[in-house]
């Protein structure tokens, strides 16, 4: 079964900084690609940053890119979002999934969720 806990939201200033945690079981951290994903109030799910399969390269959306920063720690089954300047437009719920060969908004494996609230 995989199983994804997110920690680490919290409410923060414009500029300000925040590092989101996934922690996985083993098996999934290994086995499956892991990003993360957000949703803003109103808005639909988007993408914010993943590894490809088995701990490839990673990848941004546009609005993140330069700002934010995908990591993991083997020893840990976790991966990590930090988030360096954060922009009010950055408030949401955010999502740690996990897929096979690739995550997307269709992907089976979701965390509960942890709220970034980015103050003006």
């Known amino acids: 079964q995989v199983q994804l806990v997110e920690s680490g939201g919290g409410l923060v200033q414009a500029g300000g900084s925040l590092r989101l945690s996934c922690a996985a079981s083993?098996?999934?951290?290994?086995?499956?690609?892991m990003g993360w994903f957000r949703q803003g109030p109103g808005k639909e799910r988007e993408f914010v940053a993943a590894f490809r399969w088995r701990g490839g390269s990673t990848y941004y959306a546009d609005s993140v890119k330069g700002r934010f920063t995908i990591s993991r720690d083997n020893a840990k089954n976790t991966v990590y979002l930090q988030m360096n300047s954060l922009k009010p437009e950055d408030t949401a719920v955010y999502f740690c999934?996990?897929?096979?060969?690739?995550?997307?908004?269709?992907?089976?494996?979701w965390g509960q969720g942890t709220q970034v609230t980015v103050s003006s």
């Open positions: 999934a996990a897929d096979r060969v690739v995550v997307t908004t269709a992907s089976a494996y």
């Open positions: 083993e098996r999934t951290f290994n086995n499956y690609a």
